[in-house]
């Protein structure tokens, strides 16, 4: 089985430019995750989808980065004007859908893209 | 508002000996509380969980406690290999709400 894919790996841009990061989850989970884990601490969740519906995007700073998941598969996650402090590793996470789970409903990470801003 | 603490920011152990990872939160609403490991350039792969209504789960070399009231976890490694050597993660889950808080991770080491 394929795990989460993600593209780039590593992009190095300068302040106020502009990047996107692309995943692909495994096939079959409903809910995809995009997390910021900046050096030293641990992943923060930016948004959550639930197939192509956005469950949480409380912690996403919407006046600079935006998401979406067209067709419920593929995500794209978009700063726009990128920021120093955006430097981080981006990772996107999947899972099966929660509802009627008895357990944990486990997340499956995709290796990150890390974002330098110069 | 950090909900979930690891207050330890890194461990080295010796080949053959026990570790223990330590975790903290502010929660008591948490349903499971989950460990991930992380190597270098990988994403956090899932190692074990545990029901907020249980005390202690064991999966192979892997043992998570339980102290609910004390707002503590810790995750037992015996005995600790070379391989074991990465970063962990502690994370709680609510199942309303679908979601992990992570804390800021241990980074283990071990030496032959």
């Known amino acids: 089985e394929a795990g989460v894919a993600q593209s780039p790996r590593y992009k190095i841009i300068e302040k106020r430019q502009s990047v996107a990061f692309w995943c692909n989850p495994i096939s079959g989970h409903a809910t995809l995750y995009w997390y910021q884990q900046i050096l030293g601490q641990g992943p923060k969740l930016l948004i959550q989808f639930q197939n192509n519906g956005v469950v949480d995007d409380s912690q996403l700073p919407k006046d600079r980065f935006s998401a979406e998941r067209l067709k419920g598969v593929d995500s794209t996650l978009k700063i726009q004007p990128a920021k120093l402090e955006d430097s981080a590793v981006y990772l996107c996470?999947?899972?099966?859908?929660?509802?009627?789970?008895?357990?944990?409903?486990?997340?499956?990470f995709g290796p990150g893209t890390r974002l330098t801003v110069l | 508002d950090q909900q979930v603490k690891q207050n330890s920011p890194s461990l080295s152990v010796q080949e053959g000996r026990i570790s223990i990872l330590n975790c903290d939160y502010t929660?008591?609403?948490?349903?499971?509380f989950l460990w991930y490991k992380k190597y270098p350039a990988e994403g956090p792969t899932f190692l074990i969980s545990i029901s907020s209504i249980k005390d202690k789960n064991e999966d192979g070399r892997f043992t998570v406690f339980l102290n609910k009231s004390a707002k503590h976890l810790s995750l037992h490694i015996v005995p600790s290999q070379p391989g074991d050597s990465a970063v962990y993660f502690c994370a709680a889950w609510t199942y309303n709400t679908d979601k992990l808080i992570f804390g800021t991770g241990t980074r283990l080491q071990v030496f032959p």
């Open positions: 929660n008591s609403m948490f349903d499971y």
């Open positions: 996470a999947s899972s099966l859908d929660f509802r009627g789970l008895t357990n944990v409903n486990e997340q499956f």
